[in-house]
Nanobody
Framework: QLVESGGGLVQPGGSLRLSCAASGFTLDYFAIGWFRQAPGKEREGVSCISSSDITTYYSDSVKGRFTISRDNAKKTVYLQMNTLKSEDTAVYYC???????????????????WGQGTQVAVSS
């Protein structure tokens, strides 16, 4: 099971840190992705990190503002979101799949396990 937390309402320019906690399994062999879905839009990949922490990926829309990291001992992956914009408003989901050390998946179909999502709203 994956459980996201850390969402909320923030003003433009503000920051949030999302957490994705795993229960019932360890994250050591799993690549983790963060996706988001805004109302009326397709779910899109935001960032992902390989199982070994060697490789990370960021979509162009968040590059330079978001940072993904993982703490396998805590079975948690984080998404630090800075300089938030109104267009970042969405439900954010984390997803997991077994992956090779340096592999990252950027598509929804790359992932087998999904959390329930956490709402992020950026508004003044």
């Amino acid at each position: 099971q994956l459980v996201e937390s850390g969402g909320g309402l923030v003003q433009p320019g503000g920051s949030l840190r999302l957490s994705c906690a795993a229960s019932g399994f360890t994250l050591d062999y799993f690549a983790i992705g963060w996706f988001r879905q805004a109302p009326g839009k397709e779910r899109e990949g935001v960032s992902c990190i390989s199982s070994s922490d060697i490789t990370t990926y960021y979509s162009d829309s968040v590059k330079g503002r978001f940072t993904i990291s993982r703490d396998n001992a805590k079975k948690t992956v984080y998404l630090q979101m800075n300089t938030l914009k109104s267009e970042d408003t969405a439900v954010y989901y984390c997803a997991a799949t077994v992956g090779r050390a340096a592999w990252v998946g950027v598509r929804r179909d790359d992932y087998n396990y999904w959390g329930q999502g956490t709402q992020v709203a950026v508004s003044s």
